[in-house]
């Protein structure tokens, strides 16, 4: 069976573009794949954040993975932090990562701009090397994700090829390694529609977390009469196909069925029509995360199991890379 890995970061609150560009995927894949889902708290943490705010952001986002539809009995649900791999490789992987390499990395640029020369600690540099460590702890096959992570996942993929180059082939062999390479090369998994949701305050950049306006996005657990500001004067906005696409996800029907429905609406028609369709969607997710959050005990045992399982795989790989890159073994 083929290995699938993803995860999102604890901060803020999970918005309609980690559900529809990430979470929503990855219900349809544990029915066919070996998956294991993470929270990366660790990743929370590279810029600026509340600390007293990140375990409880933390359970939130699990509760949220389990309310949506992933489930316990199929994928392993973990948190980073529990399974000390994931900082242990990304170490090891540091050292043959260039930095050329990071410094190109579009979301660093962006956030590090955003973020001011203060701000900006070395994590935030790093940062992809421990989401390569991530996913190649786990020889995944698929990751999926929105497309603002394709330059990560292209990144993953190169540091994976020189770290086999450096350390995987007939060296290794000889050192006692087990055949096949070190690490396998993964590749991304970028849904067809849903795979860059837009900001409903501007079209032009992304539904983001971060973003300071709460009406550019619509979050995961927003209550039905926040949703009042889907509005619109003018129909060559380009918010216009975000939000047609969006009502086409939700619904489940197809871009022709979509357009044939709705050409026809003005947009107070089509506001009313989207608004139902999203309370429609998102009213049994509410209900059941308010449902797992009211039993933390559940939730604690779930993330408990996820993490022992994880831990399981990526001892593994862990093992053999310190082999692999010489080290001295207990
Ligand atoms: P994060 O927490 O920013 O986002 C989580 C997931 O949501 C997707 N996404 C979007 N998709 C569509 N439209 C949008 N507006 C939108 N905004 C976010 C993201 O592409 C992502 O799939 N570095 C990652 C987390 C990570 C990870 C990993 C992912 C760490 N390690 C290993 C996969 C595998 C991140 O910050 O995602």
């Not at 929503?24 to 509340?50: C, G, M, R």
Request: one cysteine or more.
């Amino acid at each position: 069976k083929k290995r699938v890995v993803s995860g999102v970061q604890p901060t803020g609150l999970v918005h309609l573009g980690n559900y529809l560009g990430a979470i929503k995927n990855w219900v349809s894949l544990q029915d066919l794949y070996e998956t294991l889902f993470f929270i990366v708290d660790l990743h929370a943490i590279t810029l600026p954040y509340d600390a007293p705010q990140l375990s409880k952001a933390t359970r939130s986002t699990a509760a949220i993975y389990l309310a949506c539809g992933i489930d316990s009995s199929k994928a392993s649900i973990f948190v980073q932090s529990h399974v000390r791999a994931h900082i242990e490789l990304m170490w090891l992987l540091s050292s043959s990562t260039p930095i050329g390499w990071l410094n190109r990395m579009i979301q660093f640029k962006e956030k590090s701009r955003k973020a001011g020369d203060e701000n900006v600690g070395v994590a935030l540099l790093t940062y992809p090397v421990l989401m390569a460590s991530d996913i190649l702890l786990y020889q995944s096959d698929l990751v999926p994700v929105g497309e603002d992570q394709t330059q990560h996942l292209e990144l993953t993929r190169e540091i994976a090829e020189r770290a086999n180059n450096l350390y995987g082939g007939r060296k290794w062999k000889k050192m006692g390694g087990r055949g096949g390479s070190l690490f396998k090369v993964p590749e991304a998994l970028i849904p067809p529609a849903g795979a860059r949701v837009m900001s409903l305050t501007d079209g032009l950049s992304k539904m983001s977390k971060s973003a300071p306006s709460d009406q550019s996005r619509i979050n995961l657990l927003d209550p039905k009469d926040v949703r009042t500001y889907l509005e619109f004067d003018n129909p060559e906005r380009p918010e216009c196909s975000n939000l047609l696409s969006i009502y086409q996800i939700i619904t489940g029907k197809t871009k022709e069925e979509v357009i044939s429905e709705c050409q026809d609406m003005n947009w107070g028609t089509f506001k009313t029509t989207l608004t139902d369709a999203l309370i429609d969607h998102l009213q049994p997710i509410q209900v059941r995360y308010e449902e797992i959050m009211s039993d933390p005990g559940y939730l604690d045992n779930v993330l408990l199991e996820g993490a022992g399982k994880a831990t399981e795989i990526a001892d593994i790989t862990l093992n053999n890379v310190y082999q692999a890159m010489g080290f001295l073994r207990r």
